[in-house]
């Protein structure tokens, strides 16, 4: 039986590696601009266009992966059925200030599958909304890495809780997600805005190229705090945490029993 102490797709030590390198791939990727120093001549450092198009490489080579660890055809299928859902939800928030529920099921889908599913969840949802909405752009790789880390790290959350204890703290978790996703994706746009002022004050809050990255976080703190944090974060933060609140008992049960369901079939065809 898969209870909340053990994950249904489990992850094999191969596996962890390629995700905790696709990890730092990613990281390396939203650390660029301010990790490194502009070439003479110029004012700003871009990510390579390496990094955004490598994306879905290493996403199918973490499918891959996860697919010799217990990723069967069974997980694969769940995985659509998620993915398909998500992209369905996320359009209903369109134009409303953080109502984004996609994370709800995310955040779920994570906990129950493990890290590795929460991983794949995350990359493939955001996939398919943006083909959905004509949301492609060259945000959509950090789009996806975000919410690759957010299903990722409900897959890693304590297994000991249960009952209403599981529930407060996937709610808990789900406020930190929110606030760490928009502080991520404001991360990757942040070091190419210009001409961000702040009323009254002479100093901007745009990156500087070139000085001290604690000095350059400072702006980046306070123009998140200005800009998305008291608006988008926090709508997402609250709406998410409502719904794991009321429906995630229900929503948990359903993919746990689904989980119970795809282990008991693949028993029988083997």
């Known amino acids: 039986m898969t209870s909340p102490r053990h994950t249904a797709v489990p992850v094999t030590p191969r596996s962890a590696l390629v995700l905790a390198a696709a990890s730092v791939a990613g990281l390396l990727m939203l650390l660029w601009p301010l990790i490194?120093?502009?070439?003479?001549g110029?004012?700003?450092?871009?990510?390579?266009?390496?990094f955004m198009a490598l994306m879905p490489v290493v996403v199918l080579v973490v499918v891959a992966e996860l697919s010799e660890g217990g990723l069967d055809s069974k997980a694969l299928a769940m995985l659509g059925v998620l993915s398909a859902i998500n992209a369905a939800v996320r359009p209903l928030g369109a134009g409303v200030a953080g109502v984004e529920p996609i994370f709800f099921l995310l955040i779920l889908g994570g906990r129950v599958f493990g890290p590795g599913f929460g991983f794949v969840l995350g990359c493939t949802s955001l996939f398919a909304s943006a083909l959905l909405t004509s949301g492609v752009g060259p945000w959509l790789p950090f789009q996806m890495l975000c919410a690759a880390w957010v299903g990722m790290g409900a897959g890693l959350l304590p297994r000991r809780a249960t009952g209403r204890a599981e529930i407060a703290v996937l709610a808990a978790y789900t406020v930190v997600a929110a606030f760490a996703y928009g502080l991520l994706m404001n991360l990757s746009s942040w070091p190419f805005t210009l001409g961000i002022a702040i009323p009254g004050a002479e100093d901007s809050l745009a990156m500087v190229?070139?000085?001290p990255v604690l000095e350059n976080l400072q702006r980046f703190l306070v123009?998140?705090?200005?800009?998305s944090f008291w608006g988008w974060d926090l709508g997402r933060a609250i709406t998410n945490a409502l719904l794991v609140v009321f429906l995630g008992p229900a929503v948990l049960a359903t993919l746990r029993r689904a989980a119970r369901r795809a282990r008991y079939l693949l028993k029988e065809s083997t």
């Open 36 to 40: 490194f120093t502009p070439a003479e």
């Open 42 to 50: 110029q004012t700003r450092v871009d990510q390579p266009f390496i």
């Open 209 to 211: 190229p070139g000085d």
């Open 223 to 227: 123009f998140t705090l200005l800009t």
